[in-house]
């Protein structure tokens, strides 16, 4: 899986989101990344201590979540700390409130052509 990109087709300058939310849609990333949005960083054998599975499985999920920019790791000695990155997802949540805005403009559109219709 790739990290987001600027997607530059048709001289447009909107980011590549695809990685993010594919890291997101599985449920196990998602509650790796729930854990860790409170901003502590967390080693691999924290984060898989709660869970139901290997410490492997859990190094497969976070390397996702890392490819997506969602999480960083950081060495601290031997082992691996995982930690939140709030800059992607605010970058994602910019980009969702521009496609939002788009529909809601859309849907004024269509609101206006139907209610001028029928007077």
Partial sequence: MQKAE???DNGKQDWDFSALFAALGDP???AIFD???DGKPRSI???SDDADMTRQAVTKHL???EAAGLVQNHRVGRESQYAFCP???AEARAYLDQVAGRWESALMRL???VEDGEA
Avoid: G, H
């Fill in 111 to 113: 609101k206006s052509f």
């Fill in 87 to 89: 800059e992607q997802l």
């Fill in 45 to 47: 054998s924290v984060l």
């Fill in 63 to 65: 390397r996702v979540l």
């Fill in 6 to 8: 600027k997607n530059t």
């Fill in 28 to 30: 196990t990333r998602l």
């Fill in 35 to 37: 854990r860790l949005a």
